[in-house]
């Protein structure tokens, strides 16, 4: 408890009722978490199995276990759950599995899966739009499962013959997922919310399991996430949550800010504490960021304030174009680099669409200076990893037709298109998996006896290795994988050159390295299908998140940067159509955008930078740009205007000598 300000401690010792924590930016929320867990289990007499955290993130929650670990000694910390709500979800549906109807070694389905099982049954009925589509059912059956909504609600909603036919579909959807034993991301909260609904006994037992529970970011929460808070909390309240309404910013994905005034009419007891004082930036970065965020409707009123002292003005900057922005900035950057000293890593460029960081990268290249830009390759979105991965799922679920499509002619196996379409034809007809349908005598007939072989050869390949599942470690079953298929020797084959194919083959192993490990480890990973169901959970929720140490500037999204923290931040192109976006510029949506910008404010440390450009190129065409609204709320006594300012002489003959001296001083180090 050393070191809490008064609010903060209050959090930790509050177990009265549910508590909601309204916590704002850089005020410390994880502390409070990772110490109120402390507390429990040392001071308030619950056992640490009793206790739950979630988050909504592995990196979050690895940070969390992290800290619990400092603070908790093994034999303290032993059954405490911490995680996210998606593996708390996946917990609740393996224990309950038969009850939900599933078989052992379910699938779960990612986003790429999800499209191709859609695609083949809209098929014949109409064409899915672009993946980014706001249209595309994919993301409309998202928003429907995360609201609560079944199928039949989804068709009796239906206001457009577009809803109609997504509304069909995903009735059709679920019926095929349940045929494939597979679940989607989605279904890792609906269905234990829909079990607990149905099933009061099974609610209570864990109830009685979740004694304590501890929500962080809680302003992310969608309907459904929330309706499995209500649920575990049960008529104990013991509850906390920690989130701001402030920080908002992602309804794009179901979160719905308006779930922490819910708390209140759900829980008449609910205690409210808020963390006001900010450990990360200077008393004008907060107070600018208090002015703007004053502008949109509040249910609880909260001021941000620093013990860290005043600190510069926000520098705002005007740009003759997009090009003009890019050199403004680097000059900017570079300025802060020689002058005072600072690494390049202390920098953080963020804008509001990922189309304009192309430019910048241009710009930073042409002057040599190191970025990292978050959005590369995930380490399962490689190809290889995706194949090996789909072979471990389907001999764990031979149900999985999107695991078999995938590495049925993987390496190839001369089984053509026109044959896999019979199969899904019999199949569907049949009403069983693709798997199970090619061996069947009815399928054999339509193809010739070559085809038979393969097919026959395949089956009763991945047939044997899942029998093999229980007498063999699961590593070893991966390496059967790879030395079976010859799949190393596909790799060199088909590689660009040997360079390419050996960091290929070096993906693949550390798949092998890793299903050992969490072999080893155990903590219900130890058979192949707990550990394919808990790496495709890591996929889709870690995508992205890791990033290398570097000495690099850090180019971002707005939405990408919340949580993280710089000491000089640039927040470019806040212009009008771009910040706020020209498809936000109504209702919520302008208030959403509001809170997006305030996330960016709230990113910098010591040093605030806006810039927007009068002009730029859209389409092929130069448009003027006028400034965003959210510049005019912006308080001026704590703004600066860039040509509005005047340099002095002095100012200019110190800048040059900083950077004469950093020169030379790179020259000896040569």
Known sequence: MHGLNPQQQQAVEYIGSPLLVLAGAGSGKTRVITTKIQWLIQQAGFQPHQVTAITFTNKAAREMKARTGEILSKEEARGLTVSTFHTLGLKIIRYEIKTLG????????????????????????????????????????SRWKNDLISPRQALEAATSAQEMRAAKLYERYQRQLKAYNAVDFDDLIQLPVMLFREHPDILQKWQNRVRYLLVDEYQD???????????????????????DDDQSIYAWRGANPRNMSQLRNDFPTLKIIKLEQNYRSTERILK???????????????????????GEKIRIMPCRSVEHECEQIISQMMKIHFKERARWQDFAILYRSNHQSRILERYLRQN??????????????????????????????????????????????????????????????????????????????SVSSKVQQRLEYFSDWITECSRQLIDVAPHHTVMRIITDTSYEDWLRNTSKNPKAADARINNIMEIVDWVRKLYDDGDGKEDLADIIAHMSLIDMLERNEETEELDAVTLMTLHSAKGLEFPYVFMVGVEEDLLPHQNSLEGEGIEEERRLTYVGIT????????????????FGEKI???????????????????????VSEEERQATAHAYLTELQNLLDKE
């Open 288 to 310: 600018t960021a208090n002015h703007l965020i004053a502008n949109n409707p509040h249910l609880y009123d909260k001021q941000l304030w620093s013990a860290l002292g005043e």
């Open 624 to 646: 003027d740009c006028a400034p965003s609204r959210f510049l005019k709320e912006l308080p001026v006594e704590h703004i600066e205007w860039e040509d509005q300012i005047v």
């Open 221 to 243: 929460t969608n309907a459904c996430q929330y309706e499995l808070v209500k649920m575990l909390t049960g008529v104990d309240g013991g509850l906390t949550v920690v989130g």
């Open 603 to 618: 990113r910098a440390k010591e040093r605030l930078f806006m810039s927007y450009a009068r002009s730029r190129e859209r």
């Open 368 to 445: 040599h200076i190191m970025y990292s830009i978050t959005g590369g390759t995930s380490f399962f979105e490689r190809a290889e990893v995706k194949d090996i991965l789909a072979y471990m799922r389907l001999i764990t679920n031979p149900d999985d037709d999107a695991a078999f499509l995938r590495i049925v002619n993987t390496p190839k196996r001369s089984i053509g298109v026109s044959t896999l379409e019979k199969l899904g034809h019999y199949a569907n007809k049949r009403q069983i998996s693709l798997l199970a349908a090619s061996t069947e005598m009815g399928f054999k007939d």
């Open 102 to 141: 599933y078989k052992p070694g379910f699938s779960i389905f990612d986003s790429q899966d999800v499209g191709s099982v859609l695609k083949e049954l809209a098929h014949k009925e109409t064409e899915l739009e672009q993946e980014d589509s706001d249209d595309d059912p994919r993301w409309m059956i």
